[in-house]
Structure formats: C-alpha cells, structure tokens
C-alpha cells in the first residue's frame, strides 16, 4: 500500500515519526514534505498529497500541522477527498468505516507521537463497511459534483 504523507512546519516532527513507522511496517511512503522547520504555509503542502490521492498515485494519505485542522481543511479542497482531522483513534477507524475517508489529518501540537502512531494504524487497519454507509458516502460526493457544475 502506498501512502501520501506531507505536514508543514508545525507537523514535521510527528510526520517524520510515522514515515519511520509506517516503513518499518513496510509501507511503501510518498513523502511531500516539508523538511524542515522553515515556516511553510500548510495549503501548498495539502494540495500536493491530496492531488496525489486524488489522482490513484497513493491509496491514501496522511496529513501533519499544528493543529491537523488547516491541512485537513485544504485537503479537501481537492475533488475526490475525504479528509478527517482525527485526536483519537474510535474516530481514526471509523472515518475509515463509515466515512470511506482517503486523508486523515493530525495535529503535531495537540498529539503527542504515540498516540499519533496509535492514530495511523487504527485508520490503516480499518476497512469501509459500505452498506447503507455507502450511500451517504456517495450523497457526499453528489454535494461535491453538484458545485463544481455551479
Ligand atoms: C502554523 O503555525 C499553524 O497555523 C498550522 O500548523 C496549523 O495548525 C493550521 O491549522
């Protein structure tokens, strides 16, 4: 499974954190960035990994700020995702369960890294339940077709 990653500069440590993790799970990880502690803005960033799961090069991605609440704003944005900002892990499984979410988003400043890691896996090792799921999943996406035709 391939998995976009990007955070901005308040993410970095705990993006940095589950690149290692989810290699040493062998993931194979797409890393947008950003690298360093420079003061970045968290769209430029959000737009990369979302566009990347958009458009089926990750199966999904995985999103770092201060907050997980900007970077999680812009990723959706992008036509085709589903990003939750999640701080625990009931929500982490079940936006995967009954959301189908493609993204989720984290914040470094409210999250601390084991419970980040804790976040990552619950998210990864649930599965979409479909079912009447599947309907209110595909009436979100009619809302997105129906403004994008505005
Ligand atoms: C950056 O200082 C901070 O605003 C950003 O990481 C994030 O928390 C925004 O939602």
């Given at each position: 499974m391939k998995i976009a990653l990007a955070c901005d500069h308040g993410g970095i440590n705990l993006k940095e954190a589950i690149k290692k993790h989810l290699e040493k799970n062998n993931y194979e990880v797409v890393d947008f960035g950003?690298?360093?502690?420079d003061s970045v803005d968290y769209p430029d960033y959000a737009f990369k990994a979302a566009t990347a799961v958009a458009q089926k090069d990750a199966d999904c991605g995985i999103l770092v700020c201060g907050t997980g609440i900007g970077i999680g704003i812009a990723a959706n944005k992008v036509k085709g995702i589903r990003c939750a900002t999640v701080g625990d892990t009931f929500s982490a499984r079940m936006t995967k369960a009954?959301?189908?979410?493609?993204m989720i988003a984290l914040g470094e400043r409210v999250t601390g890294i084991g419970l980040g890691l804790d976040i990552v896996d619950a998210y990864l090792n649930s599965s979409f339940e479909g079912g009447r799921h599947q309907k209110r999943v595909d009436k979100i996406m009619e809302i997105e077709k129906l403004l994008n035709n505005r």
């Open positions: 950003t690298d360093t502690t009954h959301n189908d979410a493609n």
